[in-house]
């Protein structure tokens, strides 16, 4: 996809779920997105609390590279809320950005010893692919990711969140 042909950001003013919401933190492009895809990153937000829980981003192109390795979608959840299942709750409110731009499914990945994000992969729905061994020359060999599980989210599913 060429730059002329890259699709424009959008606005996104009520990502919410009633007991999260998601707000629009930046747009990364240029060196600041991985392997210079466009991506939206957004706050995780406990309502009740209005707490900032975590961060979730979505990237907006199938490059190979976020395919196989960095995924298209990268979300953390900060460690005093982990066990609620917010990310679960973040990824399938991410689905509507998705959606908007047109996307049908998305690679996720994560590491093989991450058991929550592999947890997180299962109970959104995407299938495990495989796990494919980091390249030395790339920028998650060097930040120490050796592995990554390969997940395949199929966004023209109905999602739910699970009991």
Request: with cysteine; charged share 20%.
């Amino acid at each position: 996809m060429t730059l002329a042909q890259r699709p424009p950001f959008h606005e996104f003013l009520h990502l919410s779920d009633g007991v999260l919401a998601l707000r629009h933190k930046c747009y990364l492009q240029g060196k600041a997105a991985m392997d210079r895809v466009p991506a939206y990153l957004f706050s995780i937000v406990h309502i009740a609390s209005d707490q900032l829980i975590g961060e979730i981003d979505l990237r907006l192109e199938p490059t190979e590279y976020l395919q196989q390795y960095g995924g298209q979608m990268g979300y953390h959840i900060d460690t005093a809320y982990r066990g609620h299942r917010f990310a679960v709750r973040a990824c399938l409110l991410l689905q509507e950005v998705a959606h908007t731009h047109g996307m049908t499914e998305l690679w996720i990945t994560c590491n093989p010893d991450n058991l929550a994000s592999r947890r997180t992969c299962e109970l959104i729905g995407a299938t495990y692919v495989n796990k494919v061994k980091v390249p030395f020359a790339s920028e998650l060999y060097w930040r120490g990711d050796r592995f990554k599980c390969r997940y395949l989210w199929d966004l023209t599913q109905q999602h739910y969140m699970p009991a």
